[in-house]
């Protein structure tokens, strides 16, 4: 094997653990017709063949199955993030799901921190004021 093959192996490697993949293949009512991928991680394990998948994921009603969007951070019934990709795939709908567990842990640390300042700003104009 070479060591452009084994870089390879590895950056795949990284980016399925980082990611966490799970494919959907719906028909056009959004019934189950395959899964590729880890179904658990987003709490769809559950989920079987010809099953209406928008019972499980509300998000997918009042979209057609030729409509393609992209919904970042979309929390799951595992309560996870998920990014959300909807595209059709062979004329049917396809749904590429990837974690994005760390991106929201990191939008929620920033949040954080703006509210902390938030609050001690509005702390010290009241010391101010109280000063005056």
């Not at 494919?23 to 010809?50: C, K």
């Not at 929390?75 to 994005?100: F, H, K, N, Y």
């Not at 640390?109 to 938030?118: S, Y």
């Amino acid at each position: 094997m070479s060591g452009s093959h084994a870089i390879a192996r590895f950056v795949r490697k990284v980016l399925l653990d980082q990611l966490k993949p799970c494919f959907l293949l719906l028909d056009e009512d959004f019934r189950l017709l395959r899964v590729v991928g880890n179904a658990e991680h987003y709490g769809l394990g559950l989920l079987h063949r010809g099953e209406d998948c928008r019972g499980t994921m509300p998000f997918l009603y009042g979209l057609g199955p030729t409509e393609s969007i992209h919904l970042p951070l979309v929390e799951m019934t595992s309560g996870r993030a998920a990014d959300v990709l909807l595209s059709p795939v062979i004329g049917r709908p396809g749904l590429l799901l990837t974690d994005a567990s760390r991106e929201r842990a990191s939008r929620q640390v920033v949040q954080q921190q703006a509210n902390e300042i938030r609050l001690l700003h509005k702390q010290q104009q009241k010391l101010v004021a109280e000063l005056t």
